[in-house]
């Protein structure tokens, strides 16, 4: 018996001494280690310091650049703007997650998870089954799935086409700035932000999660709006849709598109790594302003253009981007209207088209004086604007300039806005992705996304 006692003693000696790591500082568990992997069809920026707003002469005398050196840290960027074909993956998406929930009524055991068969665990509500194929020419399908569809009176020579108006993808996030900043009371004492910005009577941290719900749709008839009085008829009616423009770039989308594309593409990885059961990496967002023309300069700190010279042609004379050069004539640089990405060089960063083709929207909101209360470590100038507040805090900022711009908007620090909500023919969007560490491989192979 005490031969037992001891054992016994010793063994719970050994497991306290392996449990505390002999009393040294081990932390709480050994961990798997992260290496993130190279997004498919992403350029490595690295961290560097430059001096912001500093380019050409300021045509319109506007005097919206002031020149100050700042940081910015390493991230990821698409190489080239989000094509139409990549956005209408968004598009499909939120059309058969919409498909899925109706035909979840009509056959809930397909369409349907409402519970984990291993653990015996219930969902409420159910997931949609994704894994289950959708017969749209089904008659029990074709019944149920009707009212997707325009109503008869609507059609075009009869012809059975989707609702656009009823895509709509909805998603939650939470307002840290909001939740971040400080109220002080009739003493002068600071009081945390969680609870000072609480409307009376919360007494949790709900107030600060938001909800959007944003039709995905882009406005095919901004070629119809933003020019009345031309002959753009064909582009309203095929730039998304047909073939021949799968690899141009998408335009139509407003800023909320833009960033509900964003959360989504983040939704979409998370969903295909938790399966994985593998570390996720940080979310897909729009960039910065300051993220977006050091990444636009591609190393060449003070020259005015993406490829590191003064001027808008090369040494043989050929334009470097798809703009308005010779006071209109639009085919000089080898296109009209928008051309397929990746039509011109990269910069020295390996992106392309950060000057010309489509202006791009940044993550900034707009205000003329920026630079002076921003940051030099990552600025940024946010404002999640409400539906009731004025137009002037609805305005965000677009850069690089576009096939119908004069060569001062492709200049780096050249600096513009449109509203939110607006959708033109000539804007478009690419995602970052903060880079969170080292990879596996010193010089991993890229994958790229670029079309021969």
């Known amino acids: 018996m005490k031969k037992l006692l001891f054992v016994s003693l010793a063994v719970i000696l050994l497991a306290s001494c392996r449990n505390t790591g002999n009393g040294e500082l081990i932390g709480v568990e050994k961990r798997e280690k992260f290496y993130q992997p190279d997004p498919f069809g992403m350029t490595y920026v690295p961290m560097g310091s430059y001096t912001m707003g500093s380019g050409d002469q300021d045509v319109p005398y506007a005097h919206l650049n002031n020149p100050r050196t700042i940081t910015v840290t390493a ?40 519970e984990n068969k291993k653990t015996g665990e219930t969902y409420d509500p159910p997931f949609l089954n994704w894994d289950a194929e959708i017969d749209w020419n089904k008659e029990e399908n074709r019944e149920a799935l009707d009212e997707m569809f325009l109503p008869e009176h609507e059609r075009y020579y009869r012809k ?37 910005n609480r409307p009376q009577g919360m007494k949790d941290r709900s107030v600060y999660v938001r909800k959007e719900v944003i039709n995905v749709y882009p406005d095919t ?3 119809l709006h933003d020019y009345a009085y031309s002959y753009n008829d064909p582009m309203s009616q095929r730039y998304f849709w047909h073939p021949a423009y799968d690899n141009y770039p998408v335009v139509g989308v407003n800023w909320k598109q833009a960033t509900a594309f964003c959360v989504w593409r983040t939704q979409l990885l998370e969903s295909f790594l938790s399966r994985k059961k593998s570390a996720v990496p940080n979310e897909f967002r729009l960039p910065t302003e300051a993220e977006w023309e050091w990444a636009a300069r591609g190393g060449n700190t003070l020259s005015p253009y993406p490829w590191g010279g003064p001027y808008t ?22 296109g009209a209207r928008p051309v397929v990405v990746a039509h ?12 010309g083709n489509v202006a791009e929207w940044c993550a900034d909101a707009w205000d003329e004086s920026a630079a002076q209360f921003t940051w030099d470590m990552n600025p940024t100038y946010q404002y999640n604007a409400k539906e009731d507040d004025p137009p002037a805090l609805k305005r965000k900022l677009i850069r690089g300039g576009s096939w119908k711009d004069i060569s001062y908007y492709l200049q780096v620090s050249t600096r513009s806005y449109e509203y939110q909500d607006s959708s033109k023919c000539y804007i478009g969007f690419r995602c970052i992705q903060d880079f969170m560490g080292r990879q596996k491989d010193d010089n991993p192979a890229r994958a790229s996304r670029i079309y021969n």
């Open 75 to 114: 991230f990821w960027m698409d190489e080239t703007e989000i094509t139409n074909n990549e956005y209408r993956q968004f598009v499909y998406w939120v059309r058969d997650s919409i498909a899925r929930r109706i035909l979840g009524g009509v056959n809930a055991d397909e369409f349907l998870i409402s």
């Open 160 to 196: 059975k086409e989707l609702d656009t108006r009823k895509l709509f993808y909805e998603y939650y996030f939470i307002d840290l700035l909001a939740a971040s900043r400080k109220d002080y009371n009739q003493a002068g004492d600071s009081k945390n932000g969680s609870f000072a």
């Open 221 to 223: 008839l901004a070629w």
């Open 313 to 334: 042609r090369n040494d043989k004379g050929c334009f470097l981007a798809n703009f308005k050069p010779l006071r209109g004539d639009y085919v000089a640089d080898g």
């Open 344 to 355: 011109y060089p990269a910069n020295d960063f390996g992106l392309y088209d950060m000057s």
